[in-house]
């Protein structure tokens, strides 16, 4: 059984980066057919995919966070890590960390994910 | 940008039939996908690849994809069913997710 576990500080002030790590046990990040990513939900909101790794490292990033995202991988500790930088108060959310199934051509669902960690920006 | 669509609420008297849709350009030539989420907890899915049903999910649980619709039907919808579901799509190399359903069983 993949579990998926985020960990990282839950206050960032406003203009810093936001840094999150998640580790994978139960199953290999070096998988071909998984893609490794990040999603987040505001508070009393909807999902909002932010980007995700594959283990050769990669990258696929939302449109609209794109010029602040960085995502990594660690294949040798088994985790992908988030950088999110410049946040405001409107990149308050829970984070989660899941693990997307992807074929040759393209990628469909999201079949594990983490418990979520709540991340605050405030001063 | 891809965008899919669903209605902020869906209210279902408990026994019925719930469905709860989700539109957008095209749609039945992407894989649609469906999650559960319950107050507090991660989103489970439920439904993959148009139709299929993990394993765990009850029977209850369907889904469709045509034209530019998508469709999760909960038939029998149960007390326990009440949650929030999304419908997620993978499009131009990005995943795109609904903008949620609050399913109500009243």
């Known amino acids: 059984q993949v579990q998926l576990q985020e960990s990282g500080p839950g206050l960032v002030k406003p203009s810093e980066t936001l840094s999150l790590i998640c580790s994978v046990s139960?199953?290999?990040?070096?998988?071909?057919?998984?893609?490794w990513g990040w999603i987040r939900q505001p508070p009393g909101k909807g999902l909002e995919w932010i980007g995700s790794?594959?283990?050769?490292?990669?990258?696929y990033y939302n449109p609209s966070l794109k010029s602040r995202v960085t995502i990594s991988v660690d294949t040798s500790k088994n985790q992908f890590s988030l950088k999110l930088s410049s946040v405001t108060a409107a990149d308050t959310a829970i984070y989660y960390c899941?693990?997307?199934?992807?074929?040759?051509?393209?990628?469909?669902?999201?079949?594990?994910w983490g418990q979520g960690t709540l991340v605050t920006v405030s001063s | 940008s891809y965008e899919l669509t669903q209605p902020p609420s869906v209210s279902v008297s408990p026994g019925q039939t719930a469905s709860i849709s989700c539109s957008g350009d095209?749609?039945?030539?992407?894989?649609v996908c469906w999650y559960q989420q319950k107050p507090g907890q991660s989103p489970v899915l439920v439904i993959y690849?148009?139709?299929k049903r993990l394993s765990g999910i009850p029977e209850r649980f369907s889904g469709s994809n045509s034209g530019n619709t998508a469709t999760l039907t909960i038939r029998g919808t149960q007390a326990m069913d009440e949650a929030d579901y999304y419908c997620?799509?993978?499009?131009?190399?990005?995943?795109?997710f609904g903008g949620g359903t609050k399913l109500t069983v009243v």
């Open positions: 690849q148009d139709s």
């Open positions: 139960g199953g290999s990040i070096s998988g071909s057919t998984y893609h």
């Open positions: 095209k749609l039945e030539n992407k894989y």
């Open positions: 997620q799509a993978w499009g131009s190399s990005t995943v795109v």
């Open positions: 899941a693990r997307t199934y992807c074929s040759t051509t393209s990628c469909s669902e999201i079949d594990y």
């Open positions: 790794i594959y283990y050769s490292g990669s990258t």
